[in-house]
């Protein structure tokens, strides 16, 4: 799953960051899944893939 969601892009990274974000500041939704925030910050730490 880690791999699918690096693969999408740039525009996957943002929103994993902004999830990060909303974590870290209260704003998490109740009726959303919980997620590790040790996940979330290894994955929006990642530039996400190259383009050659």
Do not use: N
């Not at 590790?36 to 929006?44: C, F, G, T």
């Amino acid at each position: 799953m880690i791999r699918y969601l690096l693969d999408g892009g740039p525009y996957i990274v943002s929103t994993l960051r902004g999830l990060r974000d909303d974590q870290l500041h209260g704003l998490w939704r109740p009726e959303w899944t919980p997620v590790p925030s040790a996940l979330l910050d290894a994955l929006s730490a990642t530039k996400g893939p190259t383009l050659i």
